[in-house]
């Protein structure tokens, strides 16, 4: 099963996306904690990616390309994939089309979930990470049970630097301008379906279950 899972910063991807990859054990290909892996590592490209991430501005298409290919060399893309953050941008959908048609594959579901800029601004400000897994949580609903630790990894949970209000803003005008006109591209050629993305963690994840089944 190929999926891609869309949505303004903040929606919920990559916390359902958590979850549909564990139901449906297929992998969850994130690019921006491919992104974050990459900048924390301090090399060159790391350094180039968090010039443009800190800024809310989008990683240029050549170089996201060049990176979600080398993904998808990787063996368990095989049975299926979940992508959380690609593409972002009618290019990178293009490219993607080309990746998927030398697969012999498809894309199966587009998931587009929906969100009020200010349930984003609520849920972004109020959002912290694990720094080793990545496990999200937030400390208005889904606080860890030790304040700054995570309950999977015991890693150190910290406040992500793109999760500030000048960049969350400027974040939310780039999905708009740049990211939006694929709602109408996937609704050509897939079934494209547009979830509400506010409610719970577990009514959001039963609104896509139920579209899956
Ligand atoms: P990326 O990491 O993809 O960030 P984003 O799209 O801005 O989305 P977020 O990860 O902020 O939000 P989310 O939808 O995953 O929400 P979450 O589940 O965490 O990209 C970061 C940057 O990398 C980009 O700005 C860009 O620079 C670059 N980049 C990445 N991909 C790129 C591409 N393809 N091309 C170019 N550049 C690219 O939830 C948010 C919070 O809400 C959490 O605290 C969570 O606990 C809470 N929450 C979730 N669901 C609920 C709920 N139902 N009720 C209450 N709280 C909830
Ligand atoms: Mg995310």
């Not at 903040?10 to 297929?26: C, E, F, R």
């Not at 594959?105 to 009020?116: A, E, P, Q, R």
């Not at 079934?191 to 506010?198: H, I, M, Q, Y």
């Amino acid at each position: 099963m190929n999926i891609i899972l869309l949505g303004p910063p903040g929606a919920g991807k990559g916390t359902q996306a958590k979850l549909i990859a564990s139901k449906y054990k297929i992998p969850h290909i994130s690019t921006g904690d491919m992104f974050r892996e990459t900048a924390a590592s301090g090399s060159e490209l790391g350094t180039k990616l968090q010039g443009f991430m800190s800024k809310g501005a989008l990683v240029p298409d050549e170089l996201v390309i060049e990176i979600v290919k080398n993904r998808f060399l990787k063996e368990d893309c095989a049975k299926g994939f979940l992508l959380d953050g690609f593409p972002r941008t009618v290019v990178q959908a293009q490219n993607l089309d080309k990746i998927l048609l030398e697969k012999k594959t498809k894309i199966d579901h587009v998931i587009s979930l929906s969100l009020s800029d200010e349930e984003v601004i609520k849920r972004l400000s109020s959002r912290r990470v694990c720094r080793v897994c990545g496990a999200p949580y937030n400390i208005l609903t889904q606080k860890p049970k030790v304040d700054g630790v995570c309950d999977k990894c015991f890693g150190k949970v910290i406040q992500r630097s793109d999760d500030n209000p000048e960049t969350i803003k400027q974040r939310l005008k780039v999905y708009n301008d740049q990211t939006t006109p694929l709602i109408s591209y996937y609704k050509k050629t897939c079934v494209l379906f547009e979830a509400d993305g506010s409610g719970t963690v577990e009514e959001v994840f039963k609104r896509i279950c139920d579209f899956i089944r």
